[in-house]
């Protein structure tokens, strides 16, 4: 029974080597130019501003990434839904625009909410 997992072990130990070996040469032959401004922390195209420890950061950015696994997630949902449609009938297809309009009820939500504004 061992001997199945076998191609997985093989696997496993190949991208370990793989990647250790990647890593490996980066650190060897990569270039090493540390400045200040290089090693200073950035996100999202602004500057850092007060203490890490006691200021606040917006949510904002996180919301817009969850917005959009969920609309991605709709998408995987809709294309393999799409390819069967014939062999599936009538009754995935009301369910599917069911699905699609709770993520639609979703989007309407996070637009009132302001979640979808930039500023």
Same mark, same amino acid.
């Given at each position: ?5 076998? $191609? ?6 190949? +991208? ?10 980066? !650190?060897?032959? #990569?270039?090493?130019?540390?400045? !200040? ?7 999202? #195209?602004?500057?850092?501003?007060? @203490?890490? @420890? ?6 904002? =950015?996180? +919301? ?7 609309? @991605?997630?709709?998408?995987? =949902?809709?294309? $393999? ?12 297809? &009301? ?12 989007? &309407?939500?996070?637009?009132?909410? #302001? ?5």
């Amino acid at each position: 029974m061992l001997l199945s997992y076998l $191609p997985v072990i093989i696997m496993f130990g190949f +991208v370990l080597f793989l990647a250790s070996a990647v890593l490996f040469v980066n !650190k060897v032959v #990569g270039p090493k130019n540390p400045y !200040k401004e290089k090693l200073s922390p950035w996100e999202c #195209g602004m500057e850092p501003i007060g @203490d890490a @420890d006691t200021g606040h950061f917006r949510v904002h =950015f996180f +919301v817009i990434a969850i917005l959009f696994i969920v609309f @991605d997630v709709e998408t995987l =949902f809709l294309f $393999p839904w799409a390819v069967v449609l014939k062999k599936i009938g009538l009754f995935a297809f &009301v369910e599917m625009f069911i699905f699609i309009f709770i993520l639609a009820i979703g989007l &309407v939500y996070a637009w009132a909410k #302001g979640a979808l504004e930039w500023v």
